[in-house]
């Protein structure tokens, strides 16, 4: 039997409260700043008054819907420990389908574009950029976002990652304009204004999530406006909701984009959408 006050009967507790084991566990490295392998192994491990007292504000705080990212402070994309704050989105795997998809890209075109052009919009974390300077330490990135405090947390990845990006405050192309790019990649806001899904995103900053026009304007934005700053034969890639696919499409190809497709994520759902920019 697993005695009160180790760390088995304080994962025990988070589980019958209902917590995912994965979590749970991972809040308990977090408090000890141990490996999640030594905690499996240490499960007989005593904790201390205040350990017990940090676990149990972190395991309500995670029953009221805060994401497990905000609570460690971290969360891993595309093989990338990244920092996260409330100030910005919680990657999400997701988004490594966009990544792999501009990352074939830069491989089909790294002897023609040796030092490729590429911009982030809305990089938040940085999670994309970062990733994608990682694959292709020749590629010359860009991030941009809107918020300040997104900007200071993807400055703090590029740099304990020791990643070179480029990192301008505003909104979507502004703070590039005269510039050109081989490839402009972004994860926009999506999510329809009344979608019934945000209640369960309610702790992740909302104008990182929410667009208008059913959660299509940011991506019109970005689309009407990204011809201005790509190269001939550049591309725009874009994620966007599982069902926003068709009106993604119809957008590119009324703003002037060639060879319009779409790439599927994991689980099978339109995830993301892609086209030429040819004069």
């Known amino acids: 039997m697993i005695a009160s006050g180790t760390v088995g009967h304080w994962l025990r507790h988070a589980r019958s409260a209902g917590i995912d084991r994965l979590d749970a566990q991972l809040l308990v490295a977090e408090v000890l700043q141990q490996p999640r392998t ?7 491990y005593p904790l201390q008054a205040g350990e017990r007292q940090r676990l149990d504000t972190l395991l309500t705080q995670r029953l009221d819907g805060v994401p497990l990212a905000y609570l460690t402070g971290w969360r891993e994309f595309d093989g990338l420990r990244l920092k996260v704050t409330a100030d910005v989105l919680v990657p999400r795997a997701d988004t490594e389908t966009l990544v792999e998809w501009a990352s074939e ?11 490729a052009q590429v911009l982030d919009l809305g990089t938040g974390s940085g999670a994309i950029a ?10 010359e990135v860009t991030g941009t976002d809107s918020s300040a405090a997104a900007l200071s947390v993807a400055r703090d990845n590029a740099q304990r990652l020791q990643l070179d990006v480029q990192w301008l405050m505003g909104r979507w192309f502004e703070p ?28 992740e900053p909302a104008q990182a999530l929410v667009s208008a ?17 790509l190269t001939e ?24 984009f060639r060879d319009v497709h779409t790439r599927r994520d994991l689980a099978g759902q339109e995830r993301c959408s892609a086209g030429v920019w040819r004069h």
């Open 38 to 44: 030594w905690v499996i192994a240490h499960e007989e």
């Open 105 to 115: 890209f830069l491989q089909e075109h790294s002897h023609s574009r040796p030092a």
């Open 130 to 139: 970062l990733a994608l300077k990682h694959r292709h330490p020749g590629a």
């Open 176 to 203: 590039v304009r005269g510039r050109r790019f081989d490839m402009v990649v972004s994860n926009p806001p999506y999510v329809a204004p009344h979608d019934p899904h945000l209640a369960a995103l309610q702790h």
């Open 213 to 229: 026009e059913a959660g299509l304007a940011d991506l019109f934005e970005i689309i009407s406006q990204a011809g201005a700053f």
């Open 233 to 256: 034969g550049g591309v725009l890639r874009l994620e966007h909701g599982w069902d926003q696919g068709l009106a993604v499409r119809q957008a590119l190809a009324a703003a002037g």
